[in-house]
């Protein structure tokens, strides 16, 4: 029998009462692993009442109390690194090295968390008026949600929870159906580390689930990170319903490459940056941009490089590259690339017929290198999610820049030169929220905030750092007098009161 991914509500597991399942494949071979409840507006609800219940301590915890579970948490991650890598990859299919990449990155955020306090320190303003005192402070919101995407089953999650309740918060979690048992590991992990039940729970499901979540009244904030047309759902969806949002979306990551690069160099990164994790990846270089002469010796590198690349199930520690998510994803990305020529691409590489000898029902394709290609082509224009990189051929930076900008999506985008002065132009110029100069996955440390400009985040927070702490909670200011007390009282005075 198959087994089944079960939710996690009140501090323990719960097995789920809809009747609807979805499947989880083993990307490698196209098995169904297991399969995984959809929970009922009901259960979500559940999942509600049990956090809101543990706020009513979990909000008037110290600080000390929070971040020493913290601290626990992060030493039981630390010890199960490996085990939580494994499950990525039998869920998501990337290789361990890279999935053990994608835990230490989520380790990071709680490194965040547990030095939450020096954050949330508030502001004192001494003798602000003649013996009045000033405080600003910030205060936990209450129940919040977070709704994460397939493509980093345990970093996205990381990204939101641990400041979530680092601040005070209780949190909902609703990961991705296609890769959920990172998740509840994760949870395993709180609760071994004492955090009181309730404080983090997971349901799991698809939009009814979302839903829920999104008009639940007694959800007071939502976190999301996933696709632009979901992400424009939820920030809508969730504002009229009188939530504070954060909602990342998509990407079309550019490259920029002056003719001054250090083209092997280059050429290094766009590899790496556009075919790691087979291209699904927010951060993902998904367009090169050559300026000027680089063009042909860029490409040229390139395939080489892709050439080589070891693709295989992400078990195995010779494959460098492994399968897409699904199948129905691997069609679709397989369609861009047969729809290129037409589109007046040139086909430099096209991955579309492979497969892995003793694998054959997995989720495979190679790699795909599109080159001159047109700014109208849907290859160029969609966030493809695979790995198929587009290299786009201006005459000049200021051409390069301008094409850029012209772009719907402003999440990442990177520049590689040896020109200081281009590269500071281009710090100012660029419209994204993520720049890197001769770095190509620019994802910011976790006490910097990542986000996207434009179809890449709707909201006002970008997410975790210093966002995070403000978007997870909010400021009161208290202004306080203590009369000397040798003074006498000062009377009733009906003008609106000044500062002397
Ligand atoms: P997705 O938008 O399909 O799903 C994300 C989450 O929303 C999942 O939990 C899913 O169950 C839920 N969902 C899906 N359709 C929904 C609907 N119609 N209504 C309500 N909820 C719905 O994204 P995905 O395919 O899981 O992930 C890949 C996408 O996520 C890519 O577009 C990628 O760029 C993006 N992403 C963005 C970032 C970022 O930081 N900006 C990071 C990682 C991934």
Known sequence: ?????????????????????????????????????????????????????????????????????????????????DELARLITAEHGKVHSDALGEVARGLEIVDLAC????????????????????????????????????????????????????????????????????????????????????????????????????????????????????????????SAHGKRVQALGGAKNHMLVLPDADLDAAADAAVSAAYGSAGERCMAVSAVVAVGSTGDALVERIRERAEKIKIGPGDDPSSEMGPLITKAHRDKVASYVAGAAAEGAEVVLD?????????????????????????????????????VLCVLRVETYEEGVALINASPFGNGTAIFTR?????????????????????????PVGYHSFGGWKDSLFGDHHIYGNDGTRFYTRGKVVTTRWPDPSEAPAGVDLGFPRNH
Not at 136 to 145: C, D, F, M
Not at 200 to 220: E, S
Not at 357 to 365: A, F, K, L, P, V
């Open 1 to 81: 029998m198959t087994k089944t991914v079960q939710h996690w509500i009140g501090g323990r597991a719960v097995e789920g009462t809809s009747g609807a399942y979805g499947p989880v494949t083993d990307p490698a071979t196209g098995a169904v692993a297991r399969r995984v409840a959809f929970a009922t507006a009901g259960e979500v609800d559940a999942a509600v009442a049990a956090a809101k219940e543990a706020y009513a301590a979990w909000g008037q915890s110290s600080l000390a109390q929070r971040t020493s579970i913290l601290f626990r948490f992060r030493a039981l991650l630390d010890e199960h690194r």
């Open 351 to 387: 991955g579309t017929g492979f497969t892995v000898e003793g694998y054959e029902d997995g989720h495979w394709i190679g790699l795909s290198l599109l080159d001159k290609v047109p700014t109208t082509a849907k290859a160029y224009q969609d966030e493809i999610f695979g790995p």
């Open 115 to 238: 030095g939450i306090a020096v954050q949330l320190k508030g502001e004192l303003s001494t003798q602000a008026a003649s013996r009045v005192d000033v405080a600003s402070i910030r205060q936990p919101l209450g129940v919040v949600a977070g709704i994460t995407p397939f493509n980093f089953p345990a970093m996205v999650p990381m990204w939101m929870f641990p400041v979530a309740i680092a601040c005070g918060n209780t949190f909902v979690l609703k990961p991705s159906e296609k890769d959920p048992s990172a998740s509840v590991l994760l949870a395993g992990l709180l609760a071994e580390a004492g955090l009181p039940d309730g404080v983090f729970n997971v349901v799991h499901g698809d939009k009814a689930a979302v839903d829920r979540l999104l008009t639940h009244p007694d959800v007071a904030a939502v976190s999301f990170v996933g696709s632009t047309p979901v992400a424009r759902y939820v920030h809508a969806t969730a």
């Open 419 to 443: 020109d200081g002065g281009a590269a500071r132009r281009f710090q100012l110029e660029v419209e994204a929220g993520m720049v890197g100069v001769n770095v190509p996955i620019p994802v």
